[in-house]
């Protein structure tokens, strides 16, 4: 497979295309950004650790019946995805109170929820990713019913995996986001999970293991990043 032309280039990836018209290479980059990218830096190393790790969870959870756009890890920083059309939602589920939603109802961060919640965000930075109700996705026509369904099916599976998977790691899944795509017109999950994209807390110390660190100016967040890829590689 031939790595083309760049195609695009996100906050904290680029994209290639390849001689392949249906497969894409991502190139993870050490660049990170918070609050809409209103704050820049870089965490060295973060593109390995989230591209090493994104992968192994990946190939995770299509064991649990779960299609993903993953092909093939090329290099610490580059791999071979499906090339899907993106659903403009950020899914997000959660388990315990924390970042945003803690604020919207001013409660603390750390209450456990009896079941997890669901939310959807319309995927637009220029908007600054506001919070969408399903019927406002369903009104757009950005997702089918059926689609939405396949969505909440597939991110409760991912929850219940990666929260099972995470505990034997020592880390607490306290909530994540994910991303899905349309690839031969079926929804499969795309884009990374990582400490970008989840919050983990140490089970022993609940300290942060996650991009909060670098978002809340918590330091330690290059060890913290590499202390997640131990021991997500770890037996
Ligand atoms: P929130 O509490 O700020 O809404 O974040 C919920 C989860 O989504 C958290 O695990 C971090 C992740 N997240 C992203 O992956 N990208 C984003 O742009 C934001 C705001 C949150």
Redesign the pocket.
């Known amino acids: 497979m031939r790595k083309l032309e760049q195609l695009y280039e996100g906050k904290a990836k680029k994209v290639f295309r390849t001689d392949d018209p249906k497969k894409l290479i991502v190139d993870y980059k050490d660049d990170a950004t ?1 609050f ?1 990218g209103v704050k820049k830096g870089q965490i060295v190393g973060k593109g390995v650790v989230n591209n090493t790790m994104s992968n192994i969870l990946f190939q995770m959870l299509e064991t649990k019946g779960v299609p993903t756009h993953f092909v093939e890890q090329l290099s610490d920083r580059e791999t071979v995805v499906k090339a899907v059309e993106i659903v403009p939602l ?1 899914v ?1 589920v ?1 388990n315990v109170s ?6 919207r109802y001013g409660v603390e961060e750390g209450i456990e929820f009896d079941r997890p919640s669901f939310e959807t ?1 319309y995927k637009n930075d220029d908007l600054g ?1 506001p919070l969408m109700c399903e019927s406002h996705a369903l009104a757009l026509k950005i997702v089918t019913e059926e689609q939405l369904e396949t969505i909440k099916k597939y991110a409760l599976i991912i929850n219940d995996t990666l929260k099972e998977f995470f505990l034997e790691k020592g880390l607490k899944l ?4 994910i991303e899905f795509g349309l690839y031969d017109g079926e929804i499969i999950l795309a884009d990374e999970i990582s400490p ?4 983990l807390w140490d089970v022993e110390t609940n300290e942060k293991m ?2 909060d660190r670098f978002r809340r100016d918590l330091g330690n967040v290059e060890e913290t990043y590499a202390e997640v890829l131990r021991r997500v590689k770890g037996n």
């Open positions: 918070a809409n950020e997000i959660r924390a970042g945003s939603f803690a604020k965000s990713d306290i909530d994540f986001k970008d994209t989840c919050r996650d991009k």
